[in-house]
């Protein structure tokens, strides 16, 4: 997953490890993008929509990921040194709310980012390490799918047959085999099916 942050983030600009981006600020502003869809507004009828909590997850571990890249150290040390930080913790069994909290203060505080208190949120959201696999290599396609038809200048159709992307992206996402070895293809495949054709 790290490798392909680092081409996603390479794609968007190829010296962004230098370009001093606020990857915490994106960290925390989607921990208030997924409390819109669990739902915390005690005044109104709400249900929480579990998958799309489950992308915003998603989406923050893309921003978490990035904040963790250092210039001058390997995406393999990456790898160890986030293998070592969930060793060294145990999930605190806090609920979605609490959990994304907890991250989005952390993400304030420290103008950083926080693999285990990532990991609480996870387990808080029902996202197995194998399901957040699966999640993140279907949303680094449609980040990849968002850049090849205009995202960055401004002409990508997010809202397609009255549904947003993301939401096309958790039903193609449901049916695909992330054991393929065309996984990642048969994705990008289903979104260009529906996608508008201009």
């Known amino acids: 997953m790290l ?3 680092n081409r996603m983030n390479s794609k968007v600009n190829s010296d962004w ?5 606020a990857w915490y ?11 819109d869809h669990y739902g915390y507004k005690w005044w109104k009828k ?3 929509d579990l998958g799309q909590v489950q992308l915003e997850v998603v989406d923050i571990w893309h921003f978490g ?5 250092r210039d001058g150290v390997a995406i393999e040390s990456l790898a160890d040194e986030i293998i070592e930080a969930l060793a060294a913790h145990a999930p605190s069994g806090l609920g979605v709310l609490e959990a994304t909290e907890a991250l989005a203060e952390h993400c304030l505080r420290t103008k950083g980012f926080s693999v285990p208190l990532f990991w609480d949120l996870m387990v808080a959201a029902e996202l197995s390490f194998d399901d ?8 680094n396609v449609l980040n990849f799918f968002r850049q090849d038809h205009g995202y960055k200048d ?13 939401v096309h992206l958790v039903d193609i996402l449901a049916k695909a085999d992330a054991q393929s070895s065309q996984f990642a293809d048969e994705v990008y495949q289903g979104l260009a099916a529906r996608y508008p054709k201009t």
């Open 46 to 48: 709400q249900q929480p």
């Open 154 to 166: 401004g002409s990508y159709i997010k809202i397609w047959q009255g549904e947003e992307d993301n």
């Open 65 to 69: 990921m990035s904040a963790l890249f």
């Open 3 to 5: 490798d392909l942050q």
């Open 17 to 21: 490890m230098n370009q001093g981006n």
């Open 25 to 35: 600020r994106a960290a925390w502003i989607e921990c208030g993008e997924l409390m």
């Open 132 to 139: 957040l696999y699966k999640q993140y290599v279907g949303k």
